[in-house]
């Protein structure tokens, strides 16, 4: 039966940040979509850092790289917390609610993980989902020191990985230390070195059929969507606690004044935009060392990230609390609104683009030009989120999840859809 939602219980400035966040994380995944997986970190490793593509990767450096991922994941503890007090308030039970929803999210992760693209962030968030209800009443001091210590947390492993490799080159260090130190510095030379084995093994693999592609997720990274847990689920629940306490204070609704949102605007940017720009410059002066590069994207730059992120928000909160019609505001918030599903399409359009059962340009494009893809697909995401959601309630997979989690079949269509067709 088609039914109507009222629109009065969406909150605009969450689902238009949650826009920008869905369409800022392609931005960010596009290199890992593209290029052998040490071109994510290090702009040595492929797809040139010179000239235009310098300039690029230093855009992305600074604004994109981190900080939609961040911004992604505060709207997760945001959204998550809303759908706890939703659930109690109609009676549902938070718990079972919660609990449903991040289940049947980790199985949709996984299926992402395996038979998609080996990127997925949906495993990670539901497992760090799984903590989140223990923290939904605190208040938003105590969410704020907890994130600090998360955030702390997952900044000190990423340091005790990065500092001892940078070490493995100083004489003044005797023989028998500087082994351990140079073990440490061959690991993060595998992920992230301009001369890493891994970018002509994944130019072989992922320029050929889909059959090799899966045996390594399925076989050979069986257990990374959980190993990814436990290294960046300090950072991630950080990121998620901060987004619960800002939805508590009425920052992520939009509730603030619109002077409140340009002077937070003013200091996070003002902050964040100096400091990253100088994480980026050390990554260049240092050559693009491996262990720099790791360490600056892995742990040193997260302060300036988290900073930028919420920053982010605040622009786009400015932008929602402008009066007057704006059509691409509109269709920011339906992609918004679709986020599940756009992050999903993402995945599945880029890996037949870049894939070699695809198009097959896995390592074709340099960086500057990965910029064609990104705009072509926000142009996607833009064009048909809004008319889907003027004739339907929710998203497809929004749809599927909330039926599988309620564990009763949602309505779909809408009423005035149904009666027009």
């Known amino acids: 039966m088609a039914t109507t939602s009222p629109e009065s219980e969406r909150i605009a400035t969450l689902d238009t940040v949650r826009g920008i966040a869905v369409m800022g994380i392609l931005a960010m995944n596009i290199v890992a979509f593209a290029m052998p997986f040490p071109a994510y970190m290090n702009p040595a490793a492929y797809g040139g850092h010179e000239g235009a593509n310098l300039v690029s990767w230093f855009a992305s450096t600074v604004l994109v790289d981190g900080k939609m991922r961040g911004l992604f994941s505060i709207l997760f503890g945001a959204s998550t917390l809303l759908v706890i007090q939703k659930a109690e308030a109609a009676g549902r039970g938070g718990a079972g609610a919660h609990y449903r929803r991040m289940l049947f999210l980790l199985l949709f992760g996984l299926i992402h993980f395996y038979f998609i693209w080996y990127g997925d962030i949906l495993a990670l968030y539901a497992l760090c989902g ?7 009443n605190r208040t938003p001091k105590a969410l704020r020191r907890w994130a600090l210590g998360f955030l702390a947390l997952s900044f000190l492993i990423f340091s005790a990985m990065s500092v001892p490799a940078m070490m493995a080159g100083d004489p003044s260090i005797p023989a028998e230390q500087r082994q351990g130190l140079e073990e440490a510095r061959k690991a993060i030379e595998q992920e992230t070195g301009a001369n890493s084995p891994k970018i002509q093994e ?4 992922y320029r050929g059929p889909y059959g090799p592609q899966d045996e390594q997720r399925l076989v050979k990274q069986t257990g990374m969507p959980f190993f990814s847990f436990l290294i960046f689920g300090a950072e991630t ?4 606690l901060i987004g619960m306490a800002l939805f508590k204070t009425g920052y992520l609704t939009g509730s603030w004044e619109p002077a409140h949102y340009r002077k937070w605007a003013v ?11 100088l994480i980026g410059l050390a990554q260049v002066y240092s050559g693009f060392d491996a262990a720099v590069v790791f360490g600056s994207v892995a742990a040193w730059s997260m302060p ?3 900073l930028l992120a919420i920053g982010w928000a605040a622009l786009v909160i400015l932008w929602v609390k402008r009066r007057g019609e704006s059509p691409l505001r509109d269709r920011v918030a339906a992609a918004g609104r679709m986020a599940f599903t756009n992050y999903l399409m993402t995945s599945i359009v880029m ?3 870049f894939y070699g059962y695809g198009l097959g340009l896995f390592g074709d494009l340099n960086r500057a030009s990965l910029w064609l893809p990104v705009l072509g697909m926000w142009a996607l995401m833009l064009t048909w989120s809004k008319p889907w959601l003027d004739r339907h309630q929710y998203g497809p997979l929004e749809w599927l999840w909330r039926t599988l989690a309620r564990g009763a ?6 009423v005035t859809a149904a009666l027009s067709s």
């Not at 629940?237 to 998620?240: Q, T």
């Not at 200091?267 to 720009?277: N, Q, V």
């Open 130 to 136: 799984l903590l989140l209800y223990l923290f939904r």
């Open 202 to 205: 994944e130019l072989t693999l």
């Open 237 to 240: 629940m950080g990121l998620m």
């Open 267 to 277: 200091w996070c940017f003002g902050i964040g935009i100096p400091g990253a720009a």
């Open 304 to 306: 300036f990230d988290v």
């Open 351 to 353: 890996t037949a683009i």
């Open 409 to 414: 079949l949602q309505p779909m269509r809408k």
